[in-house]
């Protein structure tokens, strides 16, 4: 007998009960209509519609746990497999593997004993639902889940939220994920600074004066001395050109140290060091700090040239990389300034935004350009006539 006839039986045999218990009790109350059902008609009418909607009520299906595309569907994994739901995953495990050398599609045979009335197509089906609920209860999580279904039905949309956010959630590690792109990210930082490097020492040896130093010291250590060769060994004038330039070219790359964007790539500047290095820097910059406080705030020691600098570039706003860029003679400029001071700043910034209007006011380039603003203008058309 399934769950609801059962459940219909139940509320008949308590339909039954209650009615006899409740006509009963009219008949006392109602002593002088001669204790018959007939004199009362009021006090058993109610009760049948009460036995109609109680009827109703028990007639509905039972909220069943077992639903079709979730698990298993209709059928209990732990059926399934033919464990119980205490059984420990060695168990689960070792009712996998038999279940599976019997059902496997390329081993399954037809009329084998104990597989009667199984065809190929049923066996093919029966393998794939022994692993969906191999697959749902080897997992600690997935299986947790799949036992708060069974033990509450009634939420019915939970379930599925459930099943289906774990089935298309990624399988992959975000920790994983994350350490793939900062990979990506170092790769490409570091051969785009090594692509700007090289392309600013294509451009340094096309530039006369540091051309004409180059091949100065190459001649004074003797490498581009030509000696005369003969026999196999020697070589054509293509050969002993791309030599040259390639003295040329290492000359450069060690005599002149480029800064900013264009600067020498340094394994330790790309993004996966400096997470790798970042406690390091941490550290370091707490300890420079609490000692810049101690000396300079706490002990009230006058500032070195270095820690002048500092402040300097630090009025500035610049990176250390783009202060470094400036020339000598700039910074010798700052110094005698004394620019470290807040006040003698603002006067050499105020300076500065000066000459920088005047300098706007009588290039060419901007009279010609703000010429074309006051006549035409950015998104304005000239009509010509035919």
Not at 3 to 24: H, I, K, P, Y
Not at 242 to 267: A, C, F, H, M, S
Not at 303 to 316: A, F, P, T, V, W
């Amino acid at each position: 007998m399934t769950s609801a006839s059962s459940d219909t039986t139940a509320c008949f045999l308590a339909l039954a009960a209650g009615r006899w218990t409740e006509m009963a009790a009219p008949t006392e109350r109602c002593s002088g209509c001669g204790g018959g059902s007939a004199g009362c008609p009021g006090s058993v009418k109610p009760w049948l519609g009460f036995a109609v909607l109680l009827f109703t009520v028990c007639s509905l299906p039972t909220v069943s746990a077992l639903v079709e595309g979730l698990y298993c569907g209709t059928e209990v994994c732990y059926d399934v497999l033919g464990v119980t739901r205490e059984a420990a995953k060695v168990e689960i495990a070792r009712a996998y593997r038999q279940l599976a050398r019997r059902y496997h599609p390329d081993r399954f045979k037809v009329g084998e004993p104990g597989m009667e009335g199984e065809t190929q197509e049923t066996a093919e089906k029966r393998f794939l639902l022994i692993v969906t609920a191999y697959e749902t209860l080897k997992d600690e999580e997935t299986r947790r889940d799949y036992d708060y279904m069974l033990d509450h039905p009634e939420e019915y949309y939970q379930h599925y939220y459930t099943y289906y956010r774990r089935r298309l959630t990624p399988k992959v590690d975000v920790r994983v994920v994350i350490l793939v792109t900062i990979c990506a990210i170092s790769i490409f930082q570091y051969y785009s600074w090594h692509s700007s490097y090289n392309e600013a020492i294509n451009y340094l040896v096309t530039v006369p004066k540091y051309r004409i130093q180059a091949t100065e010291i190459a001649k004074q250590q003797g490498l581009l001395n030509r000696t005369k060769e003969k026999g196999k060994n020697r070589r054509s004038k293509e050969e002993i050109r791309e030599q040259e330039e390639e003295v040329i070219r290492e000359i450069i790359k060690t005599k002149i140290d480029i800064k900013g964007g264009y600067q020498k790539p340094n394994l330790s500047d790309i993004l996966l060091c400096q997470i790798v290095l970042s406690p390091y820097y941490f550290t370091t910059y707490v300890a420079w700090y609490m000692s810049w406080i101690y000396r300079f705030t706490i002990c009230r020691e006058e500032y070195g040239d270095e820690e002048k600098l500092y402040i300097i570039r630090r009025h500035m706003k610049m990176s250390q990389s783009q202060f470094d860029s400036l020339e000598e003679h700039n910074r010798e400029t700052f110094m005698e300034r004394k620019l470290w001071l807040k006040e003698n700043y603002e006067v050499y910034k105020k300076e500065q935004e000066e000459e920088m209007k005047v300098k706007m006011a009588t290039d060419p380039r901007m009279k010609r350009y703000r010429r074309w603003m006051r006549n035409e203008g950015p998104g304005r058309l000239t009509f010509i006539d035919d």
